[in-house]
């Protein structure tokens, strides 16, 4: 996807419920056959945002192009959007066949071309020999399958779904999300898909764009969120991070130099715009930084932050340490590789990952 053709482009998009603004002037660009997914706390509006480009809510102002053409004045039965939503929301007295076939019908699609594209969703979805069951005799995954098989039949090339898997228990949505992905891939369908739980939207997206407060705060690849998150929002609610305070001290085109109380952090140069002096955040990730005994550090004349461990936590396939550097911080430190002595203690030092720290400017905090 090197030249990336626009499906949906939403453009300073906003929306009212009464006095509050829910949706904040939103600009996005959606890529054809691209798994974007909106990612954020609980009330930010994401759900608002996907009823809008469904054509089930009128935006209060901006555009909504779908193939560069306007979408504001398309009723939703008109768009080529079908929603899957959250409560799956099967027809209780349908069996399977009937609920994936219900959208032809009302189009009055001609029976053999139903049986044929009904036959091949029920392939596609692994419900072969389910036909006949009703809803309730479906476990929640296979549920799910039929909700996707009822939306994608219609012949769509956008499927939008408002956390379809919150349904499920743990296991179940993790498999079931990962089918999701493998169909998106293989049909090259264009999905755009609703979340608040970070895991899922890593693993599943080409896109992320976190979402709070009704404005998108950054748009990106699993990797861009992850490891360059925008703001501390951002490297906050996307996994465990560590904010560390520190002053510009020197810089040149390869490396900045941080000074974070008595310790000085080396970062690589990313086209970071700083000037001596200027205050920064550094985001670390746990996974980042690896710890080591004060007589390790002698010997092999390493240089990092010192700390003391206060507590650590045996995680099956990986330790934490909390590691309290000064009276105003203390550090998460995730051990995959833990010494089959145990736990450490006491005074360490602990060295970063370089290529893996992350600046965000203070004014942007
Ligand atoms: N129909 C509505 N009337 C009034 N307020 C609404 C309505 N729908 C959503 N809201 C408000 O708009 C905000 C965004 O809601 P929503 O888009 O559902 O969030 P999310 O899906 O991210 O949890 C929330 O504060 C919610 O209370
Ligand atoms: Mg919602």
């Known amino acids: 996807m090197n030249t990336e053709e626009i499906i ?3 453009e300073n998009l906003s929306k009212r419920f009464g006095n509050y603004l829910a949706i904040d002037h939103i600009s996005l660009d959606i890529p054809k056959g691209s798994f974007l997914t909106l990612l954020g706390p609980s009330g930010c509006g ?22 560069e053409k306007k979408l504001n004045d398309l009723p939703a039965y008109k768009r080529d959007t079908p929603l899957v939503f959250q ?5 209780p007295h349908l ?13 009055k699609t001609p029976k053999k071309e139903i049986q044929q594209r009904v036959g091949s969703m029920l392939k596609m979805f692994g419900l072969i020999g389910m036909e006949n069951r009703f809803p309730k005799e479906l476990s929640g995954g296979q549920q799910q399958r039929v909700a996707f098989a009822r939306a994608l039949v219609m012949g769509k090339n956008v499927l939008l779904m408002d956390e379809p898997l919150s349904n499920l228990d743990a296991k179940m949505r993790v498999e079931v999300r990962n089918e999701l992905r493998a169909l998106q891939q293989q049909f090259g369908f264009t999905a755009i898909f609703v979340t608040h739980d970070q895991d899922e939207a890593l693993s599943i997206s080409d896109r992320i764009a976190v979402f709070n407060k009704g404005r998108i705060c950054q748009v990106g690849t699993p990797a861009e969120i992850y490891f360059k998150p925008k703001t501390k929002f951002v490297a906050d609610f996307v996994g465990t991070a560590n904010f560390v305070e520190g002053v510009v001290i020197e810089f040149d085109d390869l490396f900045i130099k941080v000074k974070s109380n008595e310790s000085v952090i080396t970062v690589p140069q990313k086209d970071y715009d700083v000037k001596i002096g200027e205050e920064v955040i550094l985001v670390v990730r746990p996974e980042c930084i690896s710890i080591s005994r004060e007589d390790d550090i002698q010997r092999n004349q390493l240089d990092g932050v010192k700390g ?5 936590s045996f995680l099956g396939r990986m330790i934490r340490y909390w590691v309290k550097v000064d009276d105003s911080m203390q550090w998460i430190v995730d051990d995959f ?24 400017k203070k004014e942007d905090e």
């Not at 759900?47 to 089930?56: K, Q, V």
């Not at 066949?97 to 189009?107: S, T």
């Not at 003391?308 to 650590?312: A, E, G, H, R």
């Open 46 to 67: 994401k759900t608002t945002l996907l009823r809008l480009i469904a054509g089930f809510y009128e935006p209060d102002g901006g555009t909504i192009y779908f193939e």
């Open 308 to 312: 003391n461990i206060v507590k650590s």
């Open 95 to 107: 069996n399977v066949y009937e609920n994936i076939a219900y959208g032809l019908k009302l189009k």
């Open 337 to 360: 590789n833990p010494k089959t002595a145990g736990h450490l203690e006491g005074q360490i030092t602990m060295t970063l990952d370089q290529s893996k720290v992350h600046l965000i």
């Open 8 to 10: 949906i482009k939403v």
């Open 87 to 91: 409560e799956y929301a099967l027809f």
